[in-house]
């Protein structure tokens, strides 16, 4: 399948939604003729239930998450944290150090990386506010989620 797609894509045979739909269509024809799983209309229409309720699962995911970014940017919630952290310390040593006490405490209720998708949006613009350079901003939070 790896081929197909990719060759198509390359080629110039399809675009990448068609390549979706050609390995969907590819993926059909292997599970009924080849490998003789979809041999029924049931598990056909098994298989196809399953994938929906996956999809769904994650389609559902995606709307929380556009809601919770759509929620930060109307109430301005980076900006607001932004200036009460500033106004706590200048120091970018310190400020790391609140961040890894948030994330210490975080990681007693929700999963490291849960977290990450949590905090990230509202914690990005910290770096550029204190004296932190990039790298030893991607380090702290690297070393944080490891040890979470």
């Known amino acids: 399948m ?11 045979v ?23 799983e979809l041999d029924s209309f049931r598990k056909f229409y098994e298989a196809l239930w399953s994938s929906v309720t996956v999809v769904a699962s994650i389609m559902i995911l995606i709307a929380c998450a556009q809601l919770y970014s759509w929620l930060l940017v109307v109430y301005k919630l980076p900006q607001i944290l932004t200036a009460a952290i500033s106004s706590v310390t200048t120091s970018p040593w310190v400020l790391l150090a609140l961040i890894n006490v948030m994330f210490l405490i975080a990681g007693m209720f929700i999963e490291a990386n849960a977290a990450m998708i949590l905090f990230v949006p509202i914690l990005y613009r910290w770096p550029s506010s204190s004296a932190l350079t990039a790298c030893t901003w991607a380090s702290c939070w690297c070393s944080t989620c490891a040890s979470a």
């Open 14 to 36: 399809f675009t990448v939604t068609e390549a979706a739909a050609v390995s969907a269509v590819y993926c059909i024809f292997v599970g009924a003729f080849i490998y003789k």
């Open 2 to 12: 790896p081929v197909i797609v990719l060759g198509g894509i390359f080629i110039g």
